[in-house]
Structures are given as structure tokens and as C-alpha cells.
């Protein structure tokens, strides 16, 4: 069953993790990425619990954000050459702070001056190492991601299944009905609050499973856990046998 092997996936990654130790990076790539895989875990785990209590939507939301976590680490550390992960880790600096420029101007504040006043510096610093390097600043899109990431799969069926749940679009709010949406006019039955829907949440969790295994046994030069052969010994078959017995579009292919 989906929620055993993510059971058995989450100790693994827990037992090699203390018996590591202290963790080393040669980068602020490799520093993000541990991070990333930090948060990854977190975010694992609440999507197991969600599917246990057949709670889909806030399942399928936490699916997209977990893809998110994965493209946005992997891409950092997928170089070998320095002087290409320093760029990479320059754009992914000035995305991130454009996006605090952009939330400080939305909230008007004036106590946050003093970072308001850093966060301008810094952005411009980042410019002004793109010009001397003669390039554009710029970040790619998460789908742009998936692609040099060699994960498209990965991204058009989990991340876009999960996009409209995540933004709340008519599609998803349709949903809320119990059964059928009524067709005499605008006379509905009581929406139900709670709607448990145990086969969505378990698609969300064995689309979990792959991305999240998918995302150990690459990050796993990065993080030296030795789980790569566990991860695929336990992920893969089962997963092959999963789709093939309820027909799920497969996710990903484990590198």
C-alpha cells in the first residue's frame, strides 16, 4: 500500500540521516540544497498524514509544493563547474530578492527601512555583476526547471493537476459538491464540509512518493546519506506495480 512504503521511505531517510552526522557543503549551492531537502521532508510527511485522513485538496497542494522544493534545489547543484553554479546561484538571488522588493512595496512598512534600504543594495549589486558579466538577470520558470532538470513528466502531471486545487479555480470549487452539481436552478444542497476522498488522496500520495524518491537519489551525491540503492529498492518496483494494477499515469523515472 502507498502509505507503507511511505512510511518505510520516511525511516530511511530519518535512520541515514542521524547516523550522517554533520553535514557538508562546497557551496551556498550544496547549503541550499540541504535546506531544500530538509524542507522536502517536512513536506513529505504532512502529505502522508493528509492522505491517512483522505483529505486530497490539501494533499494535491502540498504535492505541488513539494515539486517545487525539488526543481528549485536540483537546479542549483546540477553543475559540476563553479563558474556555472555561482551564476545559478546569482539568479536565484536576484529572483529572490526581487520577490522581497516586490512584498516590502506591498506592505508599505515604514520599520522595515533599514531592510528595505539592504534589499535595494543587494539587487543592485546582483545587476551590477550581470552587466560586468555581460548578461541579463533573470530566472527561469519552475516548468523551465522541470525541463533542464529532465523532469517535464514530472511537472506537467503533478504540478499542473495540482494548480487548480492550489489557485482555487471554478474546476475546483465545483468540486465541493457532493455527487452531481444541481440542475433546477439556484437551489443546492448543503455543501458538505468535510468530503473525504480517499482515491484522490492516495493518487496525490503515490505521485509524492515518486517525485519525493526521485528527488533523494538525485540529491544524494549532494547529501552522502548512502540511500540511493534503498530508495531504489523500495521505491521503483512498487511503483512499477502500482501503475500498472490501478493504470496511474507513472510520474517520473528514477534516475
Aim: aromatic share 10%.
Amino acid at each position: 500500500a502507498p502509505a507503507e512504503v511511505a512510511s518505510r521511505l520516511v525511516a530511511l531517510v530519518e535512520i541515514a540521516y542521524v547516523a550522517g552526522g554533520q553535514q557538508e557543503a562546497r557551496d551556498l549551492n550544496d547549503a541550499v540544497l540541504l535546506l531544500g531537502f530538509a524542507r522536502a521532508f517536512r513536506c513529505f510527511q504532512s502529505i502522508v498524514g493528509l492522505a491517512g485522513a483522505q483529505r486530497s485538496e490539501d494533499g494535491l497542494v502540498l504535492v505541488r509544493s513539494l515539486v517545487s522544493v525539488i526543481v528549485h534545489s536540483l537546479w542549483l547543484v546540477q553543475p559540476d563547474d563553479p563558474i556555472e553554479r555561482y551564476e545559478r546561484l546569482q539568479r536565484a538571488l536576484w529572483h529572490a530578492y526581487s520577490q522581497e522588493r516586490r512584498r516590502l512595496a506591498a506592505l508599505d512598512d515604514p520599520h522595515d527601512a533599514s531592510w528595505r534600504g539592504r534589499v535595494e543594495r543587494t539587487l543592485g549589486e546582483i545587476e551590477q555583476w550581470f552587466r560586468l558579466q555581460q548578461k541579463k538577470p533573470g530566472y527561469p520558470s519552475e516548468a523551465e526547471l522541470a525541463k533542464r532538470l529532465d523532469l517535464p513528466v514530472l511537472y506537467d502531471l503533478v504540478y499542473r493537476t495540482a494548480s487548480p486545487t492550489a489557485h482555487h479555480t471554478l474546476f475546483a470549487a465545483l468540486q465541493g459538491f457532493a455527487g452531481t452539481v444541481p440542475s433546477d436552478g439556484f437551489h443546492y444542497p448543503p455543501v458538505p464540509l468535510h468530503r473525504p476522498a480517499p482515491d484522490e488522496a492516495e493518487n496525490a500520495l503515490v505521485w509524492a512518493i515518486a517525485a519525493y524518491g526521485d528527488f533523494l537519489t538525485r540529491a544524494d551525491e549532494v547529501l552522502q546519506l548512502g540511500i540511493t540503492q534503498g530508495v531504489q529498492e523500495l521505491v521503483e518496483p512498487w511503483l512499477r506495480s502500482y501503475v500498472d494494477a490501478h493504470r496511474v499515469p507513472p510520474v517520473t523515472e528514477m534516475a
